[in-house]
């Protein structure tokens, strides 16, 4: 099984900061991880796929990088609605992995 | 716009079943993978299991492999997902999630709201 490891677990920020969440694989994932956002008592939504592209209706503001094993999503300017918990995931062999998760909350 | 609406969640005693459904529109459902992910109280995302949209093949974690069955209607637009022998580790919402292209591509644009499934005496 292909273990994602996230970090750092909890990021305390202001409105405007620059963000980079990092997801780190036991092994290679290729290029093939997504990145999701889950706010409270919502379901999560995708924002990147495939390491670097950005799902439909995302804002330009998040941004996703890497391959192999070491990826990272990018929020240039932080929104107030952009305080959420964010998951890595990959794709790339059975079983289907989750990182365990990155809360981005407000300082 | 794609819905996808779960239903079946609910309270159960350990080793008891459930059944789980997933009613999707939208979308041309015969041809997307559809995946069930849970998240326990409090905790992060767990992928459960997966029904392939090209091969009809199926996966399921290890956590459920022997206890969780997953099908889908095309003719009906659901997935289910019927779950036997529950344990307490089995609480948790449950997802239903589409592919984001069609074909298996096993990650997930469009997510339902969740049912919540307790198992407890």
């Known amino acids: 099984e292909i273990v994602l490891t996230q970090s750092p677990a909890t990021l305390s920020l202001s409105p405007g900061e620059r963000v980079t969440l990092s997801c780190r694989a036991s092994q290679s994932v290729s290029s093939y991880l997504a990145w999701y956002q889950q706010k409270p008592g919502q379901a999560p939504r995708l924002l990147i796929y495939?390491?670097?592209n950005r799902a439909t209706g995302i804002p330009a503001r998040f941004s996703g990088s890497g391959s192999g094993t070491d990826f990272t999503l990018t929020i240039s300017s932080l929104e107030p609605e952009d305080f959420a918990v964010y998951y890595c995931q990959q794709r790339e062999k059975w079983p289907l992995t989750f990182g365990g998760g990155t809360k981005v909350e407000i300082k | 716009e794609v819905r996808l609406l779960e239903s079946g969640g609910g309270l159960v005693q350990p080793g008891g079943s459930l059944r789980l459904s997933c009613a999707a529109s939208g979308f041309t459902f015969g041809r997307y993978g559809m995946s069930w992910v849970r998240q326990a109280p409090g905790k992060g995302l767990e992928w459960v299991s997966t029904f392939s949209g090209l091969s009809f093949d199926t996966h399921y974690a290890d956590s459920v492999k022997g206890r969780f069955t997953v099908s889908r209607d095309s003719s009906e637009n659901t997935l289910y997902l019927q779950m036997n022998s529950l344990r307490a580790e089995d609480t948790a919402v449950y997802y239903c999630a589409k592919d984001f292209v069609s074909g298996d591509s096993h990650s997930f644009d469009s997510w339902g709201q969740g049912t919540l499934v307790s198992v407890s005496s």
């Open positions: 495939d390491a670097s």
